[in-house]
C-alpha cells in the first residue's frame, strides 16, 4: 500500500506564500511523475505542476510563474512553493504519483489551502 501525504496547507493573506510538501510512505514503489492538482468547491480538480523523474516540468496556466515544483521523483518526495497567491487560489491541493510502469496512481488526501482577500 502506498501512502501519499501533504503538509503545508493553510490560511495566508493575499500576496502570501506557502509551501506544500508531500511524500510517499508505505510501500516502496518507483514512481515515474508526481503532481499537484486542485480543485476548488464546486469545480473540477485540476493541474498545478507536475515533475518527472528526468526533472522535466509542466504548469498550469493560471500559475504564471508564481508556482514553482521541485523535489525527487526518485526519493517519492515533492514541493510547491506558492508565491504572490490570490483568493482565486483557494482550494484543496491532492499530491498525485503514476509509478514507472503506468500501471498505477496514487492520491493524497489533500491539504487545503485558504487565501484571504
Not at 508505505?26 to 528526468?54: D, F, N
Request: overall charge neutral; some cysteine.
Amino acid at each position: 500500500q502506498v501512502r501519499l501525504v501533504e503538509s503545508g496547507g493553510g490560511l495566508v493573506q493575499s500576496g502570501g506564500s506557502l509551501r506544500l510538501s508531500c511524500t510517499a510512505s508505505g510501500r516502496t514503489v518507483k514512481m515515474y511523475e508526481m503532481a499537484w492538482y486542485r480543485q476548488a468547491p464546486g469545480k473540477r480538480r485540476e493541474l498545478v505542476a507536475s515533475i518527472t523523474g528526468g526533472g522535466d516540468t509542466d504548469y498550469g496556466d493560471f500559475v504564471k510563474g508564481r508556482f514553482t515544483i521541485s523535489g525527487e521523483v526518485a526519493k517519492n518526495m515533492i514541493y510547491l512553493q506558492m508565491n504572490n497567491l490570490k483568493p482565486e487560489d483557494t482550494g484543496v491541493y491532492y499530491c498525485h504519483a503514476d509509478n514507472f510502469e503506468a500501471t498505477a496512481d496514487y492520491w493524497g488526501q489533500g491539504t487545503q489551502v485558504t487565501v484571504s482577500s
